[in-house]
């Protein structure tokens, strides 16, 4: 059973960044995708990126590219959220995920391990 652990969410004006972490208990290095979502109050959970385990391919959505990159730290279980050039409108909780899926999964369901959610407020 994988567990993950988000931490890094916050409050932070227009135009700023914050980085949000998942730590993985378990993972398949040669298989697994991690993935990050996020929901705001009332709407369903959107998919905002998604990355192969070892690195080598990631998927975005349009309105975070450019703004957003998903990495991975080489030595431990533990994936980033890097996210600049932050808007009102990116502001909700936030989740990381973790499949054995592609990268191309965009839809919650198919992804099986998820963390608790962490809270992104982005003010004007």
């Known amino acids: 059973q994988v567990q993950l652990q988000e931490s890094g969410g916050g409050s932070v004006q227009a135009g700023g960044s914050l980085s949000l972490s998942c730590a993985s208990s378990?993972?398949?290095?040669?298989?697994?995708?991690v993935g990050w979502f996020r929901q705001a109050p009332g709407t369903e959970r959107q998919f905002v990126g998604s990355?192969?385990?070892?690195?080598?391919?990631?998927n975005y959505v349009d309105f975070v590219k450019g703004r957003f990159t998903i990495s991975r730290d080489g030595t431990k279980k533990t994936f980033w959220l890097h996210m600049d050039n932050l808007k009102p409108e990116d502001t909700g909780v936030y989740f990381c995920?973790?499949?054995?899926?592609?990268?191309?999964?965009?839809?919650?369901?198919?992804?099986?391990?998820w963390g608790q959610g962490t809270q992104v407020t982005v003010s004007s």
């Open positions: 378990i993972a398949t290095f040669t298989t697994d995708v």
């Open positions: 995920a973790q499949g054995a899926g592609t990268i191309w999964y965009s839809q919650p369901e198919r992804w099986p391990y």
């Open positions: 990355m192969s385990w070892s690195g080598t391919s990631t």
